[in-house]
């Protein structure tokens, strides 16, 4: 009777010996399974944040390179083979004094890459490069001439120039640019004139007195006021309850007084009266 309890007891500790055994391997491998896949799911994390950062990197590359691709086209001159087309930002027609003293008409077209370009019949004649997009232009003498060379465009640098031998009033264009700067084309070369700071939207000749030559030049953009330049200096300044969006000036023959007549942003419209001298 003892020998079979105790064969009975070794069987029954053997089974549960067994059984512990058992458990522990699968309870290792469960261990394993969860590890692995816990640094399968660790991998995958890391692999995708670096493959986002790569795309997010190639992106922000990429869109660095497209703009300073589209600065260094507009920088340089016509795009038309490139097939980009800029917007054309203002347009003005006018006569210059070629350096035979002909009136030659040409069209006067800013675009949105800075440049200025010279139009004769259709065909761009000429072009320059400005420091910011032009936005307004007008024609009028506003800086004294002096007794310098003349250069038109269909001429190269290397032609020959022809010398002036007494000051004319020639006419003048006014730029008036996005970053405020005014500049006056004369001789076909720019000329710094004036700076306001902020955005300009339109010019206007406004011409003085008999006894003076120079004209006045109106200035409206993204301020609420009139302003008025004369020598480069700035002569007037009108406030206005709302940015002008447009502007026209006439001189009474009767008492040489000039009458600015603007449009604002609030609907509204307003007359300033100047003394003409």
């Known amino acids: 009777l003892l020998y079979c309890i105790a064969v009975f007891c070794i069987a029954v500790y053997c089974i549960v010996l067994q059984c512990i055994v058992l458990y522990c391997i699968v309870m290792y491998c469960i ?26 990197l190639y992106c922000i590359v990429s869109y660095s390179v497209v703009l300073y691709c589209i600065d260094i086209i507009c920088a340089f001159g016509p795009l038309q083979d490139q097939g980009t087309n800029p917007s054309v930002r203002c347009m003005l027609s006018v006569s210059l004094a070629t350096p035979l003293a002909t009136m030659v008409n040409y069209v006067l077209v800013a675009d949105s890459c800075k440049n200025l370009y010279f139009l004769q019949d259709g065909t761009i004649v000429y072009n320059l490069t400005v420091p910011s997009v032009v936005t307004a232009m007008a024609a009028g003498y506003f800086v004294a001439a002096e007794p310098n060379v003349l250069r038109s465009p269909i001429q190269s640098l290397s032609s020959p120039r022809r010398l002036s031998s007494h000051v004319i009033r020639q006419t003048q264009v006014a730029l008036g640019t996005e970053d405020g700067s005014i500049l006056i084309l004369t001789d076909f070369r720019l000329v710094p004139y004036a700076n306001v700071q902020l955005p300009i939207t339109q010019l206007e000749r406004l011409p003085t007195s008999l006894g003076e030559c120079l004209d006045v030049l109106l200035c409206i953009g993204h301020f609420n006021a009139i302003v008025g330049f004369h020598k480069q200096e700035l002569v007037l300044r009108y406030p206005t309850e709302d940015w002008v969006c447009t502007m026209t000036s006439t001189v009474r023959d009767e008492d040489g007084k000039a009458e600015v007549i603007v449009g604002l942003m609030n609907n509204t419209i307003q007359a300033f009266q100047l003394n003409h001298s």
Do not use: D, K, S, T
Request: charged share 0%; proline share 0%; with cysteine.
């Open 31 to 56: 261990v394993m399974y969860c590890i692995i896949l816990y640094c399968m799911l660790l991998y995958c994390i890391v692999c995708y944040c670096i493959v986002l950062y790569h795309i997010i």
